[in-house]
Every structure is written in C-alpha cells, then in structure tokens.
Antibody, heavy 119, light 110 residues
Framework: QVQLVQSGAEVKKPGSSVKVTCKAS????????ITWVRQAPGQGLEWMGR????????NYAHELKGRVTITADKSTSTAYMELSSLRSEDTAVYYC????????????WGKGTTVTVSS | QSVLTQPPSMSAAPRQKVTISCSGS????????VSWYQQLPGTAPRLLIY???KRPSGIPDRFSGSKSGTSATLDITGLQTGDEADYYC???????????FGGGTKVTVL
C-alpha cells in the first residue's frame, strides 16, 4: 500500500521560501498525479496545485500562481512544493495527496507538514 | 468565499441520519466527478466518496454520495460518535482549470 511521507516542520522568515517534499513509499505515483493542499489554523482546505508526472502537466491555483512551484522526480517517486515570498498568512499545514487522473479524487494523503512563517 | 457551498455545521443524535449538501455550478459539479473527504480532529483528510457515489475499500456503507445537476450530497446513516469530523466536498472547475473545495461542514453527534 502506497504511503506518502512528507518532510518535517519548518519555521521561516517572511519573504523567504520553503520547499516541502513528498515521497511515495511502498509504490510509485507513475500512473497518478500529486496534488498539494494546505490548511491554515482553524480554516478549511485550500487546493494549491497538482502535477501529473506521466503527462508532464502542472496546474496551479490562481491565487498562488507566481509564488508556488510544483515539481516531481519520477525516478525517486518524490514530489516537491516550493512556496516563495512567504507571508504570515502562509502559516498552515501543507498536505500532499495522490490523485487519480480520471477521477481526480485524492485517495492517499500524507500526514502533513507544518510551515510557520514568523519574524 | 468557497466556490462550492456547504452548510457550516450540522448535528444529529446517534443512529440518526445526516445529509450534507454541496452546491456548485455548471462549470464544476454539473460536469465533473465529485469527491468527499472526512477530516477527524488533528488528522489528515481521508477520501470517503469518489466519482460521485463510489466508496474506497474500507469505507462503511453508512456513507453514501449522490449528485444531481449542480449539487451533490453526502449521507451518513446510523451516526456514530466517531463520525464527528469536518466533511469537505470537492471537484474540478473547468472555468478556472483548478480543483475547488467546499468550505467544509462540521458534524456534531449530540
């Protein structure tokens, strides 16, 4: 059974960047996509973007376009999400999830990475 | 303001039924699959329903989904205390070429 293992918690200064990793353990995501979702404290889920490595396509949420970059390394079954020009409002738990190409449903989730932006 | 509209909260007694609505539009729910997610306190979301009405293995048949036009619903029957969680609907939106989530519904078991 595939598990998604995310990198550890980060504390960042405003204006800096953060890169979160998501590695598929026990399988690959070659036939799937990887999506990134974040959740600010006490708030709902916010979709950030997705990558479909087998198709080479990437989509981003309009609100984050220009600040977020999602990439993937098929050889290591690892996906990355980099968010730049951090601000306090980016403080959140960041999740990666495997997504079906046809169903677009997120069927396997990582445990989340807490990113805190504070001066 | 979420693209998909869900009631912020719902409550019911144990063994009762809860129906959570998710209202969208012709660019999202009407033409794309809807999925539902359960998020227990302090944990990552979990897929409950995909492709409008299918359950992944391990999800009890107390959870069921349906879709009609621009709306979708999640039914939870035989409510249990362990069902207290936040529930989110989601689908692709062709007008913005992005995934959209509902604002979430907090279910409380009385």
């Amino acid at each position: 059974q595939v598990q998604l293992v995310q990198s550890g918690a980060e504390v960042k200064k405003p204006g800096s960047s953060v890169k979160v990793t998501c590695k598929a353990s026990g399988g690959s995501f070659s036939s799937y996509g990887i999506t990134w979702v974040r959740q600010a404290p006490g708030q709902g889920l916010e979709w950030m973007g997705r990558i479909i490595p087998i198709l080479g396509t990437v989509n981003y949420a309009h609100e984050l376009k220009g600040r977020v970059t999602i990439t993937a390394d098929k050889s290591t079954s690892t996906a990355y999400m980099e968010l730049s020009s951090l601000r306090s409002e980016d403080t959140a738990v960041y999740y990666c999830a495997r997504v079906g190409i046809a169903s677009r449903a997120m069927d396997v989730w990582g445990k989340g990475t807490t990113v805190t932006v504070s001066s | 303001q979420s693209v998909l509209t869900q009631p912020p909260s719902m409550s019911a007694a144990p063994r009762q039924k809860v129906t959570i609505s998710c209202s969208g539009s012709s660019s999202n729910i009407e033409i794309n699959f809807v999925s539902w997610y359960q998020q227990l306190p302090g944990t990552a979301p979990r897929l409950l329903i995909y492709e409008n009405n299918k359950r992944p293995s391990g999800i009890p048949d107390r959870f069921s989904g349906s879709k009609s036009g621009t709306s979708a619903t999640l039914d939870i029957t035989g409510l249990q205390t362990g069902d207290e969680a936040d529930y989110y609907c989601g689908t692709w939106d062709n007008s913005v070429n992005a995934w959209v989530f509902g604002g979430g519904t907090k279910v409380t078991v009385l």
